[in-house]
């Protein structure tokens, strides 16, 4: 079992930029694939991007893409989510996420392990 914390969310206004930040505790961290997820209150969970082990693949979510960059450092058990061009509709809370595979997933059902979740708003 691996502990996920995520921070860096907040209110910010379109055209803006965070970055989210996932602290992971628990396992080793190098060994895990990393996903990010959002969810909008009353509707699925969405996935948005994921990272293999080492960081040399990445996966995004086509209305995220060439917008939002996933990347990690496993010296600080940390994997981030750069979200640039933040648009209304990105409106969610997000969600980090850890699969026990290396390799990693774009769906949900297969991440053993989640965070609590941090909000992002983004207004118009």
């Known amino acids: 079992q691996v502990q996920l914390v995520e921070s860096g969310g907040g209110l910010v206004q379109t055209g803006d930029s965070l970055r989210l930040s996932c602290v992971a505790s628990?396992?080793?961290?190098?060994?895990?694939?990393m996903g990010w997820f959002r969810q909008v209150q009353g509707e699925e969970r969405e996935f948005v991007a994921a990272?293999?082990?080492?960081?040399?693949?990445?996966s995004y979510a086509d209305s995220v893409k060439d917008r939002f960059t996933i990347s990690r450092n496993n010296f600080k058990n940390t994997c981030y989510l750069q979200m640039n061009s933040l648009r209304p509709e990105d409106t969610a809370v997000y969600y980090c996420a850890a699969h026990s595979h290396p390799t990693g997933s774009r769906n949900g059902a297969e991440y053993g392990s989640w965070g609590l979740g941090t909000q992002v708003t983004v207004s118009s």
């Open positions: 628990g396992r080793t961290f190098s060994r895990l694939a």
């Open positions: 990272i293999n082990f080492d960081g040399r693949r990445t």
